[in-house]
């Protein structure tokens, strides 16, 4: 817990540099590197006997999809890197087909989820950032997830005794559910009222309670979704990067659920508005 905390005061006050004061692009490399690391956390524990060119491959499209999103033509890069990504590897795979060192389906599906799927929907941080008062917004995702994850583990600690999912995660209480949403709610309250009062931000309350009750709830099935990845393949840990935290998948897991969902809301329904 000591190990714990310590890496938490570091890394919390580094990444908030980040994502509230510098630019886009910060939070960009900021992405890459997390989706890389996550990428390489991902194939080493699920498919250790794969081979080292299509990690390659993986890791550098996971890392490439959200550099992509603080280019000047976001959209058509990130087509392209996923259709080199998929060409590179169904080429490879034809011509090693039937031969030592051939792919494995798996590997393909493995490779897919976690080289493209994982990076598209992280990369909803940086295109937060970029967006109109981006430095408020990109925080909506970390405040939800950070928030709900916390009451969830304490409600679950404390009042916990009806298990919901023994099976995928023993530990998962309905307490602790309604507690870490109940805590996401009210955190994204406290979080926006803030700004509310710190600036000239004019805040859509109304906004705040859905984003609170979606994000919370979504936080949730993302930390549910990657421990049911977890009993599929019979790993307790995707690493060890981080001390006292696991690997870079084990802490950006359920942001990659929470993140898409805010940036979806902050489009068809802000949040923020400045007059």
Not at 7 to 35: E, R, S
Not at 206 to 227: K, N, R
Request: charged fraction near 10%.
């Amino acid at each position: 817990m000591k190990t714990r905390i310590i890496v938490a005061a570091v890394a919390i006050p580094i990444l908030f540099v980040i994502m509230f004061f510098l630019p886009p692009v910060y939070m960009g490399f900021l992405t890459a590197i997390i989706c890389g690391f996550a990428a390489f956390e991902f194939m080493t524990a699920l498919s250790p006997n794969m081979q080292l060119k299509n990690k390659v491959f993986t890791i550098a499209a996971a890392a490439l999809i959200p550099l992509t999103k603080v280019t000047a033509y976001p959209t058509a890069l990130t087509m392209a890197v996923i259709i080199l990504y998929a060409v590179v590897v169904f080429v490879d795979g034809i011509i090693t087909y039937g031969g030592e060192k051939d792919i494995q389906f798996k590997d393909i599906a493995y490779g897919f989820f976690i080289g493209i799927v994982y990076p598209m929907m992280l990369s909803s941080l940086v295109m937060l950032k970029d967006m109109y008062l981006g430095k408020y917004l990109v925080l909506l995702p970390v405040v939800v997830t950070f928030c709900c994850d916390s009451g969830a583990y304490f409600a679950g600690v404390y009042f916990g005794r009806h298990k919901v999912t023994p099976r995928v995660s023993p530990n998962k209480s309905a307490e602790g559910f309604i507690g870490g949403v109940l805590t996401g709610i009210v955190c994204m309250f406290i979080y926006c009222g803030i700004v509310a009062l710190a600036t000239d931000i004019r805040v859509n309350f109304w906004a705040v309670a859905l984003y609170g009750i979606l994000g919370s709830v979504v936080v949730e099935i993302g930390d549910l979704a990657f421990s049911l990845i977890k009993r599929l393949v019979g790993i307790k840990d995707y690493g060890k990067l981080i001390p006292g935290h696991g690997g870079m998948l084990d802490r950006f897991d359920s942001m990659s659920f929470a993140a898409p969902v805010m940036y979806v809301l902050s489009v068809i329904l802000p949040v923020f508005r400045v007059f």
